[in-house]
């Protein structure tokens, strides 16, 4: 998957969450690519995020913090 792709998926997550309160769209962000996303493609997220997150949903930056911390 190229980067543009994880950011274009990742940021039409944040989309369709972007009317919910603001707690519970971070945690559907989060929720939902730590149960759709494969472990390559969210280590793919959390690597880009780590390089700077250029490009990301601020809502996918908050949840990736979710995502690095157990279920």
């Given at each position: 998957?190229?980067?543009?792709?994880?950011?274009?998926?990742?940021?039409?997550?944040?989309?369709?969450?972007?009317?919910?309160?603001?707690?519970?769209?971070?945690?559907?962000?989060?929720?939902h690519v730590r149960q759709f996303w494969d472990p390559r493609m969210r280590r793919k997220l959390l690597e880009h995020l780590d390089a700077g997150g250029e490009g990301f949903d601020p809502l996918v930056r908050e949840a990736a913090a979710r995502l690095r911390q157990p279920a």
């Open positions: 998957m190229t980067t543009e792709r994880m950011l274009t998926m990742a940021n039409q997550i944040a989309d369709f969450f972007r009317s919910f309160p603001h707690e519970e769209a971070v945690a559907g962000v989060a929720q």
